[in-house]
């Protein structure tokens, strides 16, 4: 069973940056991360889970508009772990983050819509000065 287990989250200031990771294990025997379309998604009190990012198995990237230029997804395969990379942080920002991931091999195509069969635990991440 893939379990996905983000870390990175914290407290930092209107501006700053934080780097989120998405670690993964259990993959079924001769997987790894790479087979994966992961996804990142966010969820603030009282909203609506929200699409960030997420990136194909053949390395395809999506961004949504309301982090576009602000964020970067990326993927260690060796590591098994995915990235979001997150610069000029703002109070809106501040939310659980999760990552999610599909098993979906040779694929150019990743969704940004909450169709994964896997999810985190989630990692806080709070903007404020």
């Known amino acids: 069973q893939l379990q996905l287990v983000e870390s990175g989250g914290d407290l930092v200031q209107p501006g700053g940056s934080l780097r989120l990771s998405c670690a993964g294990s259990g993959f079924r025997t001769g997987y790894t991360v790479q087979f994966y379309a992961v996804a990142w998604f966010r969820q603030a009190p009282g909203k609506e889970r929200e699409g960030l990012s997420c990136?194909?198995?053949?390395?395809?990237?999506n961004y949504a508009d309301s982090v576009k230029g602000r964020v970067t997804i990326s993927r260690d395969n060796a590591k098994n772990t995915v990235y979001l990379q997150m610069h000029n942080l703002e109070p809106k920002d501040t939310a659980v983050y999760y990552c999610a991931a599909n098993l979906i091999p040779r694929s150019s195509m990743c969704t940004m819509q909450p169709q994964y069969n896997y999810w985190g635990q989630g990692t806080q991440v709070t903007v404020s000065s």
């Open positions: 990136i194909s198995t053949t390395g395809g990237t």
